[in-house]
């Protein structure tokens, strides 16, 4: 069972540069999330899909892009990176939005911005 | 707003000794509470969850008891194994609301 993947897994950028995580989910899940992961902070949510075509902002978007054109595809983008914005970076996905509902997560992407 | 606070850490504890990370939280309505465990390299992997006061989330000899009256959902293991080594994350959600997780605590067991 993949569940929910992540490319890359590593990367290293530069001051300005952009580019895109990409997520994928093979369990038909509606929701889709992106989170970022700094040390003493917890996770903290970036943005969100609630469905195919859908996108919502989450606690820290500022700096961050996101699309979610195919349901199981969730891609979160960088187009001038800084270095902020160095971090881990979760994808989730979830049945439904439910309380009850738990987000199944990826494995991460840790990115480095110099 | 929601939160969530957990103990800080790291825990050192010796194999086979008794393990409890508290965790208390905010929130607006009536949460669902979970724990996630995030091994070494790796992401979150739902560890227990509980869906309303009382409940009682268990799975490999961890469990956590959801208190309403208290706030808390403290975690507890009665004898730890080197390989429970890992961080810890206490989180809740609301409605349909995404998660709001605590900032971890690392457990790390000596044999």
């Known amino acids: 069972n993949a569940g929910v993947t992540q490319t890359p897994k590593f990367r290293v950028l530069k001051t300005g540069q952009s580019m895109t995580l990409l997520c994928a989910q093979d369990m038909n899940h509606e929701y889709m999330y992106w989170y970022r992961q700094d040390p003493g902070m917890g996770l903290r949510l970036i943005h969100y899909?609630?469905?195919?075509?859908?996108?919502a902002k989450g606690e820290v978007p500022d700096g961050y892009n996101v699309s979610r054109l195919k349901k199981q595809n969730f891609l979160l983008g960088l187009e001038s990176a800084a270095p902020s914005q160095t971090s881990v970076y979760f994808c989730a996905s979830s049945y439904g939005g439910e309380s009850n509902q738990p987000q199944h997560f990826g494995d991460g992407t840790r990115l480095s911005i110099l | 707003g929601d939160s969530v606070t957990q103990m800080e850490g790291p825990v050192t504890l010796s194999e086979e000794a008794f393990l409890t990370i508290n965790c208390t939280y905010t929130?607006?309505?009536?949460?669902?509470l979970f724990w996630y465990v995030q091994y070494p390299g790796e992401g979150l992997q739902l560890l227990l969850k509980a869906t309303k006061a009382d409940d009682k989330g268990s799975n490999k000899g961890f469990e956590a008891t959801y208190r309403k009256e208290t706030t808390s959902f403290h975690l507890e293991k009665g004898s730890v194994q080197v390989s429970d080594s890992a961080v810890y994350f206490c989180?809740?959600?609301?409605?349909?609301?995404?998660?709001?997780f605590g900032s971890g605590t690392r457990l790390q067991v000596q044999p």
């Open positions: 989180a809740l959600r609301a409605g349909r609301r995404a998660l709001t």
């Open positions: 899909s609630v469905g195919e075509g859908t996108t």
């Open positions: 929130a607006t309505g009536y949460p669902s």
